[in-house]
């Protein structure tokens, strides 16, 4: 059953929002400003990962149900593009005020679904919001180009949204990366179908119900639920122009090319493996405390996590002190206060990576802090692992393959031209960071690392909304990345016109064929 904090927070959260229950009831679909119980007769399970109660239920939506979602998303999309842009950032200004307003009930959902840290969850909800303050700028964002070619011709460009979208999240991240789409979908005057991750359906529940008090007409923004099935029907429908995913590699490589033969504009977000390197002359201490908060934070479950650190020379002497750092954190789960590594998502996750652990000793590496069987007592039934560290060489499975737990893999280089090949000869290509004081090197690593976002002393450095998220090579597919400048510009297509408006009519009355120059 749930702890006491856990259990006061699902009556919390079921007694306020409409479209979810944490009590074990069915979530609903919305479609077209209702929320729908669904005819489903495919129901999947919600479980508190640190109990395994049942929070709730979510439908594999009906084809039929997915149609009236269409529907409702192609009918709202006549109306809603054709609304001024000052509406429509209007709407964005009172989303980020409710937002704020309801982050904790947000954040509780999330503790309750996916199991990190109330805090933590309160991050995820921040960086969902920023977004959605970069979007109330939309005004300035679209402004377009205007060119006097000559006294009585011009030519000028506008950005016109694309139609009905679709937004297919992760588990990981259940408010920032719905925020995501949320945001700048229906800025841009575009309408969105967005297909949450089945394993924690409660935070766009709660960011649907907001949307809809913060103005949004109905049909705007819409929420179907499911798994492959779902997926695969936002893939095919003709409807959708634009599909927005972020989640695995094996799901957004079939994603992306059943969508992109469709004629579908994709941006696929996946996996990672993130390696940092520590420089002897690092500060130490600011160094294995940002190593250890970025390795085991949200036990690891961030596709910017911190999975590989490269001790470059006399930095090896440092190890047994990040060992220290990663013992100290407590393990618990998500609403006690203190915690601060919740539990990884499900069992089958758990044991996944456990078996990525012990291949180590297995493939000739060692394991330096070992977090299988972890046992915490209030919540025997929870799917702890605790702070890992293992030490391996690049041929083993471990550093190859992205584990998504609290496990920090150990590799060493004699100079930072070795460290650097490691990271380029690695597949993905999300982020990276380098620890040290000397800005020579620090300068030769943000251009010699190709990962996409570079951390110089940082080591998670998402980049804020401004910018935008610019995972490279294994980690992104797609040509046009997530929010910031880019963001727009997924979302809408560019439209340039060329008028004459001469001040006479012309004196020949024979046409000319040849291509206007
Ligand atoms: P996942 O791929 O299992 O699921 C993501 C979405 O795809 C879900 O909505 C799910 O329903 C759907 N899906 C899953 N399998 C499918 C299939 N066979 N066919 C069609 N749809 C399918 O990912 P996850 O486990 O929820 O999230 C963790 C992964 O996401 C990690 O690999 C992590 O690195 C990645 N991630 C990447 C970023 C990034 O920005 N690069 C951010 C967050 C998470």
């Known amino acids: ?134 979007a109330t700028a939309i005004t300035s964002g679209l402004l377009g180009d205007k060119l006097e070619v000559t006294t009585d011709m011009d030519t000028y460009s506008r950005r016109t949204p694309l139609g009905v979208t679709a937004a297919i999240t992760p588990f990981n991240f259940p408010a920032m990366i719905v925020l995501w789409s949320a945001a700048l979908a229906t800025v841009t005057g575009n309408t969105l179908v967005v ?45 959708i122009k634009a599909i927005s995913f972020v989640g695995g590699d094996n799901a957004g490589k079939h994603i992306y090319d059943r ?41 690891g479950q961030r596709c910017m996590a911190l999975s590989v650190a490269i001790f470059v020379g006399e930095s090896r002497q440092w190890i047994p002190e990040l060992i220290e750092r990663g013992q100290a954190l407590k393990v618990s789960g998500g609403f006690e206060p203190g915690t601060d590594l919740g539990p990884v998502i499900s069992p089958q996750a758990k044991e996944r990576i456990e078996s990525y652990i012990a291949s180590v000793p297995k493939e000739g590496g060692k394991i330096l802090l070992d977090g299988r069987g972890y046992q915490v007592a209030d919540y025997p039934e929870g799917n702890f692992v605790g702070p890992t560290v293992v030490e391996c060489t690049t041929d083993m499975s471990a550093y190859k393959n992205e584990i998504f737990g609290p496990v920090l893999t150990i590799v060493s280089a004699e100079t930072l031209d070795e460290a650097i090949e490691i990271i380029n000869k ?21 251009t010699e690392a190709e990962p996409g976002q570079i951390g110089i002393n940082v080591a998670v450095p998402v980049p804020l909304p401004m910018f935008n998220w610019s995972g490279n090579k294994g980690s992104f597919m797609g040509d046009i990345p997530f929010y910031g400048k880019t963001g727009l510009e997924f979302y809408t297509q560019r439209k340039t016109t060329t008028a004459l408006w001469p001040h006479a009519d012309a004196t020949s009355t024979r046409a000319s064929v040849a291509m206007p120059q």
């Open 1 to 134: 059953s749930l702890s006491p904090l856990a259990a006061k927070a699902a009556e919390e959260v079921s007694a306020k929002w409409k479209g979810t229950s944490a009590t074990g009831g069915n979530t609903k679909n919305y479609i077209g400003g209702e929320f729908v119980e669904s005819k489903a007769d495919r129901w999947l399970e919600v479980r508190d990962p640190a109990s395994q109660t049942l929070i709730n239920r979510v439908p594999e939506t009906t084809g039929a149900e997915f149609d009236q979602a269409i529907a409702a998303a192609s009918e709202a999309y006549k109306t809603w593009s054709k609304t001024s842009i000052m509406r429509r950032q209007r709407v964005m200004f009172e989303l980020q005020h409710l937002i704020r307003q309801h982050t904790n009930d947000i954040a509780k959902s999330i503790v309750l679904e996916q199991g990190k840290t109330f805090v933590d969850a309160q991050g995820d909800v921040g960086r969902g919001l920023q977004v959605v303050e970069s």
């Open 195 to 239: 297909k949450p991750s089945e394993r924690d359906p409660g935070a766009t529940m709660i960011i649907a119900e907001l949307c809809e008090r913060a103005g949004m007409p109905p049909g705007v923004f819409n929420v179907v639920h499911g798994s492959a099935d779902t997926v695969n029907r936002i893939c095919d429908d003709p409807a």
């Open 259 to 299: 969508a992109i033969v469709k004629g579908k504009r994709v941006q696929a977000n996946l996996g990672a493996k993130n390696h940092c390197v520590v420089m002897p002359d690092a500060n130490k201490n600011l160094t294995l405390n940002a190593i250890a908060g970025a390795a085991f934070g949200a036990a």
């Open 426 to 446: 690695s597949k993905y290509g999300n982020g990276t960071a380098i620890f040290t004081n000397s800005g020579t090197i620090a300068r030769k690593f943000e």
